[in-house]
């Protein structure tokens, strides 16, 4: 079985500044490791995965996010933020060698970008 | 635009009722999950469908159950309402091996 904690429940950061959204994964086999992005009354959108190669993703809107095995972490970061980022941001853990394995989400992360 | 439609968008139900929810999914994706989100939380898995079979569930009881259709169409039927499945419903699907998933925008349930 796999678990996801999403360190910090609200971040409020300044527009134009940086920001890291924390997400440490457990699991007993290797892990695709995925964030989505959910804006008011929407669905999630893929912000970024990583399924195997570099460890270092870079996804939509200016994401990055860094996978590290031996702390189990992958954590989104953003060198400057924008008001539209405001949104509400999980972390995702999948097992098995293709997507018909369930995703398993943190309890997600609110971002809230204030001018 | 991730192409997987849900329907209704909310719905109003009460105790002890059914419910239908749907979703369309895109073309050729062959495999189907539904998610609850309860307010505050992350999305949690109640089953997946693959090629019109279920192939896993999450910890939710029997009375939560679905179909897979060939026309990549899906729905999710929930007997016996209770408050506690008061939530979004969330639809998302795949073709299997591309690691990648399509989430559609969810139906809101509300049950009094």
């Known amino acids: 079985a796999q678990s996801v904690t999403q360190l910090d429940s609200q971040v409020p950061v300044f527009e134009e500044a940086p920001v890291e959204l924390r997400c440490n994964y457990s699991s007993s086999v290797s892990v695709y490791l995925f964030w989505y992005v959910q804006y008011p009354n929407q669905g999630l959108q893929l912000l970024l995965k990583?399924?195997?190669?570099?460890?270092l993703v870079k996804g939509i809107n200016g994401f990055e996010a860094e996978f590290n095995k031996s702390q189990t972490s992958f954590h989104l970061r953003k060198p400057s933020v924008h008001i539209s980022d405001t949104a509400e941001y999980f972390c995702a853990v999948s097992a098995g060698e293709t997507s018909g394995s369930r995703l398993t989400f943190g309890e997600g992360t609110q971002l809230t970008v204030n001018p | 635009e991730t192409g997987v439609t849900q329907s209704p968008t909310h719905l109003i139900k009460t105790r002890g009722q059914q419910v239908t929810l749907r979703c369309s999914s895109q073309?050729?994706?062959?495999?189907v999950s539904w998610y609850q989100q309860a307010l505050g939380q992350g999305p949690q898995f109640i089953f997946q469908?693959?090629?019109?079979?279920?192939?896993g569930r999450g910890n939710f009881p029997p009375r939560f159950s679905g179909l897979q259709f060939p026309n990549y169409s899906s729905e999710l039927n929930v007997n016996a309402l209770e408050l506690d499945d008061s939530a979004l419903y969330l639809c998302?699907?795949?073709?299997?091996?591309?690691?990648?998933?399509?989430f559609g925008p969810g139906t809101r349930l509300l049950v009094l």
């Open positions: 469908y693959y090629r019109e079979e279920e192939n």
């Open positions: 998302a699907s795949s073709l299997t091996s591309t690691g990648k998933w399509y």
């Open positions: 073309s050729g994706h062959n495999t």
């Open positions: 990583y399924l195997s190669g570099s460890t």
